[in-house]
């Protein structure tokens, strides 16, 4: 159920319905339900592994949460292999495999290795970075652990941004949910009216720029070296209003719940340069590496040169969040480079 669809847009206004003629305490029971039912539309096998996601960072939390309990950080680094494996299993362990099969045959050893297609879970990568989020949080602060199930499970699986972000916070978004709301008219109507911004970048802009790009660049040779610079040109357009769109409906739907979603993007093309543009694509994401990855490595406190190593870490690891290729390294590294 892509948010695209018509199956969306009548499976947003029931829910809203439903959410607000429930009374205040039973809310959180039916936004649950829709989001296991929205995730459920996709692939019911797979929300067995987002459950699975949700029990062991939830559980983890709780043992967490006693500041003298032994073995903290075991405990830490186990819930923390869990979201990890899922991720290396599900999406990167043909890309490491082959990867492994080409180093071998460098040093003269020939792998007859079958791997097998994995179909990578919808969402993954935004679910487990948002349970190990809260997981690192919760290790940091114990006070921070939730310890309402049901509560928690929202948080992780709240459907506007399960499958396309932006990356929440337990801090941010797990009071939301707690207390007591009731329907504003005002925030809806800029909801819908983010809604049908997103949907026209969506439908009419994304899409239609998509058809053209494709016919070009799955054509190389038969297409001027102009043509393929101005199909270039339009792809980082056609990305920007696909996944700007997604963000957009995302934010739009969890505000006719009353439930504010971080932006995502904030007009990135009109940045003066990288350091600027790379505040606003992607918001959530870079705020996820750097609060997780680029401030424990030390930031920019350790001097110029490891200063530049934890930025080439950071954007080595953007670019194989982003995808199980090559290309996405390079990309990574090449940003990492122009930002330096």
């Given amino acids: 159920m892509s948010f695209d669809s018509l199956a969306y847009l009548v499976f947003l206004p029931a829910t809203v319905l439903l959410h607000w003629l429930c009374p205040g305490r039973q809310r959180w029971i039916v936004l649950l339900a829709a989001s296991l039912f929205f995730y459920a539309s996709w692939d019911r096998p797979l929300t067995l592994l987002l459950i699975a996601v949700i029990a062991v960072t939830y559980l983890a939390g709780l043992l967490l949460s006693r500041r003298e309990a032994a073995g903290r950080r075991l405990i830490l680094a186990l819930s923390l292999g869990v979201c990890i494996g899922l991720l290396l299993y599900f999406k990167y362990f043909r890309f490491l495999a082959e990867g492994a099969a080409r180093l071998l045959t460098l040093f003269g050893h020939e792998t007859a290795w079958q791997l097998w297609d994995i179909l990578l879970p919808v969402g993954c990568s935004f679910y487990t970075f948002q349970a190990m989020s809260y997981v690192i949080d ?3 602060e114990p006070g921070r652990a939730e310890r309402h199930p049901g509560y928690y499970a929202l948080y992780i699986a709240f459907f506007p941004q399960l499958v396309a972000g932006p990356i929440e916070r337990a801090s941010s978004l797990l009071p939301q949910f707690l207390r007591r709301k009731t329907f504003d008219y005002d925030t809806a109507v ?7 911004w997103g949907l026209a970048k969506k439908v009419i802009i994304a899409d239609s720029i998509g058809y053209y790009v494709d016919y070009l660049l799955y054509n190389p040779y038969h297409f001027s070296a102009a043509s393929m610079l ?53 918001i959530s994401l870079i705020t996820w590496f750097r609060h997780y990855v680029y401030f424990p490595m ?21 670019g194989l969040w982003h995808g199980a290729d090559w290309t996405f390294v390079i990309w990574g590294l090449f940003n990492g480079l122009l930002l330096m």
């Fill in 230 to 282: 101005w199909a270039g040109m339009l792809f980082v357009v056609q990305i920007y209003a696909d996944f700007s769109g997604y963000s957009d409906i995302a934010i739009g739907s969890a505000r006719l719940f009353n439930i504010q979603l971080r932006p995502n993007f904030h007009y990135p093309f009109f940045s003066r340069n990288m350091r600027e543009l790379w505040q606003r694509w992607h």
């Fill in 190 to 196: 800029v909801g819908m009216r983010q809604i049908l």
């Fill in 138 to 140: 919760v290790y940091r």
């Fill in 298 to 318: 030390g930031g920019s406190r350790r001097g110029k040169w490891r200063t530049a190593l934890n930025v080439m870490v950071l954007f080595l690891l953007s």
